[in-house]
Each structure stands twice: as structure tokens, then as C-alpha cells.
């Protein structure tokens, strides 16, 4: 599996990324390696209470994985740097897509529904993707879990913004 993946720039590039981060989450969530790690973060939550077991998550992986944006690789096109859940906690870094993928990977891990969000929040281009978190169905209410904004929180989603999408996991 390529750590480094070209993809196309603007709306193809968002979707290709998005379908991989959601191929990547689905397998890292039957990994068993990975559940028995999921399940050991949580295991201080109190059970069945699934809005706790991702505050215990996003709590751990902000402490534990440091935002690294894409490096610069490509002469042309763009390069995407598309990690699975395992790769992006071995190399203790990654963006916004990395962390996202690690987080539905985690829920669907505990046997919960993620989806991905994208917005446009860029003014300078307005017409591109800018940033992707983690969505959650946690205890019937959908539920912002992003990794990668320091003062985020359970239920935390962006207010401004040029554009929003969901993508279903």
C-alpha cells in the first residue's frame, strides 16, 4: 500500500482522497491490532457511554499525533500524502485528512457510523477544499470529533465557512 499517492487537483483530487481515506478507515477498523489499541484508550470511559469513548479518542490523539502537513514531493500535479489509521500513529504525525481517517477508523472500531466533512474555508481559493474532520453518530446525534484544532471538543464543528460537504463512510 503506497504511502504517497498522486492526486488530481481541486474537486476529482477531494473525491479520490475522500474514498481512500474511507478505504483506509474500513480496513484499519477490522485490524486487530488497532481495535485492541482503540478499545485500550477508551477503557477508562464509562461503559456504553459512546459520547465519552470519543472524548477519551480525541483527547489521546491530540496529545499523541502531531500535525504535519503534506510534505512538498511533486514536480507536477499533487501529491496527497494518504495514510491509514496504523501509519499515521507510527509516524506520531499528519494533517487534517490523516486525522480524520484515524478517527472513523477508531469509531468504527467501537461500532459506531462515521462520515467525513469537507469546507471550503480558504478566501484566497475560494473554489478548493481546505480542510476534512471526523463526523460521528454518537448516541443518536452527530458529533464533530476533530483531531487536528487545538480547541476542539466532542460536538465542536467550524461555524465559518464558504462551503460544506459530507462524505459517507
Given at each position: 500500500m503506497p504511502l504517497y499517492e498522486l492526486m488530481p487537483p481541486g474537486s476529482p483530487g477531494t473525491e479520490a482522497t475522500l474514498r481512500r481515506m474511507t478505504e483506509l478507515?474500513?480496513?484499519?477498523?477490522?485490524?486487530?491490532?488497532?481495535i485492541r489499541l482503540v478499545?485500550?484508550?477508551?477503557?477508562?470511559?464509562?461503559?456504553?457511554?459512546?459520547?465519552?469513548?470519543?472524548?477519551?479518542?480525541?483527547?489521546?490523539?491530540?496529545?499523541?499525533?502531531?500535525?504535519?502537513?503534506?510534505?512538498?514531493?511533486?514536480?507536477?500535479?499533487?501529491v496527497e500524502l494518504v495514510q491509514a489509521p496504523l501509519q499515521t500513529l507510527y509516524?506520531?504525525?499528519?494533517?487534517c485528512d490523516d486525522g480524520s481517517t484515524l478517527m472513523a477508523a477508531s469509531a468504527m472500531a467501537l461500532g459506531m457510523r462515521p462520515?467525513?466533512?469537507?469546507?471550503?474555508?480558504?478566501?484566497?481559493?475560494?473554489?478548493?477544499?481546505?480542510?476534512?474532520?471526523?463526523?460521528?453518530?454518537?448516541?443518536g446525534e452527530w458529533r464533530g470529533v476533530d483531531t487536528t484544532v487545538a480547541e476542539s471538543y466532542v460536538g465542536w464543528e467550524p461555524t465559518k465557512?464558504?462551503?460544506?460537504?459530507?462524505?459517507?463512510?
Open positions: 478507515a474500513a480496513k484499519d477498523a477490522r485490524n486487530w491490532t488497532f478499545t485500550k484508550i477508551v477503557s477508562k470511559a464509562p461503559p456504553r457511554d459512546q459520547v465519552a469513548e470519543l472524548a477519551a479518542l480525541l483527547k489521546f490523539y491530540k496529545g499523541y499525533v502531531r500535525y504535519i502537513p503534506d510534505p512538498l514531493t511533486a514536480l507536477s500535479g499533487y509516524r506520531k504525525g499528519g494533517d462520515k467525513f466533512v469537507v469546507i471550503r474555508s480558504n478566501q484566497a481559493t475560494p473554489d478548493e477544499w481546505s480542510h476534512v474532520y471526523c463526523a460521528v453518530l454518537a448516541d465557512y464558504l462551503a460544506r460537504g459530507e462524505w459517507r463512510v
